[in-house]
């Protein structure tokens, strides 16, 4: 069980927008920024998102990230095929003094 | 381009230990402006996070795992190592190696490497 809480799938059609949540606490995303990765099926993560909302170079416009209080969220808008993958967020927990993941959350294209 | 290889033995038996290698190329360890970490995820699961080194040799171990691990820079300053002790069949996953940068932010991962623990 993870300190991080992620659903565990989610689904949209082409050119949706879906939106993936990431719930923790005040030892971790309440006080630190969170990082999302995304892994397309037998490859490694990647950096999607940094810093709560800022995206590497590369990574298109279509993906946007921001924080609330204990809570992050990914949103993608103009859902396409190639965003089939897990989607994983990461953060530092000051109670545990390491880095700490979400379960991950399966996006289905349909 | 920032590319990193993780090598080592596919499988060990229970109760040895694992010692996995990550070769970084387009960059250097001894730069000094980096952590280096490694990461594993087991079959189907979530990401779990391993440890992480700096090149002055501080070490920040997830406390889990802690009696266990040991994480290394070798002296080309191109590699750095894992050693986990005392597998069991609980430690079979894919194993990565990242740069870390910024706030805890993987941003370069290595291809992985899949080590199965079975006697």
């Known amino acids: 069980q993870s300190v991080l809480t992620q659903p565990p799938s989610a689904s949209g059609t082409p050119g949706q927008m879906v939106s993936i949540s990431c719930s923790g606490s005040?030892?971790?995303?309440?006080?630190?920024?969170v990082n999302w990765y995304q892994q397309r099926p037998g490859t490694a993560p990647k950096l999607l998102m940094y810093?709560?909302?800022q995206r590497p170079s590369g990574v298109p416009g279509r993906f946007s990230g921001f924080k609330s209080g204990s809570s992050a969220f990914l949103d993608i808008h103009g859902l396409r095929s190639e965003d089939e993958a897990v989607y994983s967020c990461?953060?530092?927990?000051?109670?545990?003094?390491?880095?700490?993941f979400g379960g991950g959350t399966t996006l289905t294209v349909l | 381009q920032v590319q990193l290889q993780e090598s080592g033995p596919g499988q060990v038996k229970p109760s040895q230990t694992l010692s996995l290698t990550c070769t970084v190329s387009g960059d250097s360890i001894g730069s000094g402006t980096y952590f280096w970490s490694w990461i594993r995820q087991p079959p189907g699961k979530g990401l779990e996070w391993i440890g992480y080194?700096?090149?002055?040799?501080?070490?920040y171990y997830n406390s889990s795992l802690k009696s266990r691990i040991s994480i290394s820079v070798g002296r080309s300053k191109k590699q750095f190592s894992l050693k986990l002790s005392s597998m069991t069949a609980a430690d079979t996953a894919m194993y990565y190696c990242?740069?870390?940068?910024?706030?805890?932010?993987?941003?370069?991962w290595g291809q992985g490497t899949l080590v199965i623990v079975s006697s």
């Open positions: 080194i700096y090149d002055g040799g501080d070490t």
């Open positions: 990461g953060v530092w927990d000051d109670s545990l003094s390491g880095v700490i």
């Open positions: 990242a740069r870390v940068s910024g706030d805890n932010t993987f941003d370069y």
């Open positions: 810093s709560n909302n």
């Open positions: 005040g030892s971790n995303i309440g006080s630190n920024t």
